[in-house]
């Protein structure tokens, strides 16, 4: 896979690093634009290097980028006059709502580079932050959004956290409230504590971030995705390990959910797992078939 080690910087200013290729000898007007999930990163996924090469084949560029979110603590560089500030990132201090300076900043350099349209794809967390930023921002180049392996976060975290959800988003805003947002707590129930303000971010207001609430049925509110207005491709794995329901459930869900979008496809993977383990090259068939160069 040939491409170039890039860095791109967020609408406020961070310096993203990723990876971004392009198919030779002609100028693709349509990318594919990458989020990864909690904790990720542009790299270690083998899905996305199948799904660069699928779509660069099929006549589109692709560009994936480390968000502030990478890893599961990280060191964010910002220029600040003639030097740099650090900025204290990865999973344990993540924002949720900042998600959209990196995915406008990463759009705005893909349109530096020729592409006027985009499909914005997501990956776990990332999917949650897509439809968050396309929602939110209506990005007039968005061409579609690729939705893999959408997480029920609440209904997750509600089974895992000490005491119930409410309480440690309860516990959370008090701490906020106190200046002490960056403080670590334990009781979310994941591999590594999250700041008081990460949790409020991400549990504290779910008309804002749960979009994506599979364990309740056709009563849940997928108002946020609903309203997408862009075709959809979504897709997840037999043995899916972040829902709590069934995964073929949970696509029929996104079909009927999809009010204003004028297309949606929910494909079914099976034996895949929540990073399509062995069925990357799978995944990335699927995926390329559904975008447009």
Request: with cysteine.
């Amino acid at each position: 896979m040939t491409g170039e080690l890039v860095r791109v910087s967020a609408r406020d200013g961070l310096e993203l690093v990723g990876f971004y290729a392009a198919p030779s000898g002609t100028r693709a007007r349509r990318a594919v634009f990458h989020t990864h999930g909690l904790a990720g990163n542009f790299y270690e996924n083998r899905l996305v290097s199948a799904v660069c090469e699928a779509v660069v084949a099929k006549g589109l560029a692709f560009l994936t980028l480390n968000n502030r979110g990478h890893e599961y603590r990280s060191d964010n560089l910002r220029e600040a006059g003639e030097g740099t500030e650090s900025v204290l990132g990865g999973a344990s201090f993540d924002i949720f709502g900042e998600c959209v300076h990196d995915i406008g900043g990463g759009a705005d350099f893909l349109e530096s580079r020729g592409h006027s349209e985009i499909y914005f794809e997501g990956h776990s967390l990332g999917t949650n932050k897509v439809v968050h930023y396309l929602t939110g921002d209506r990005d007039p180049r968005a061409a579609g959004a690729i939705l893999i392996s959408p997480p029920d976060m609440f209904g997750l975290r509600d089974e895992s956290a000490d005491g119930g959800l409410d309480h440690v988003v309860d516990r959370a805003k008090g701490l906020v409230a106190a200046g002490r947002g960056e403080e670590l707590m334990n009781d979310i129930g994941y591999v590594v504590p999250f700041s008081a303000a990460t949790v409020v971010s991400v549990y504290g207001d779910a008309a804002v971030t749960d979009i994506f609430p599979f364990r309740l049925g056709g009563s849940g509110d997928f108002g946020r995705y609903a309203s997408l207005g862009v075709p959809v491709l979504a897709t997840l794995g037999t043995v899916e390990e972040a829902i709590t329901v069934p995964a073929g459930d949970a696509l029929a869900l996104l079909e009927r959910k999809a009010d204003a979008s004028p297309e949606v496809r929910a494909v079914l993977i099976e034996g895949g797992n929540h990073v399509y383990w062995g069925h990357e090259e799978e995944l990335a068939r699927t995926i390329a078939d559904f975008v447009r160069a």
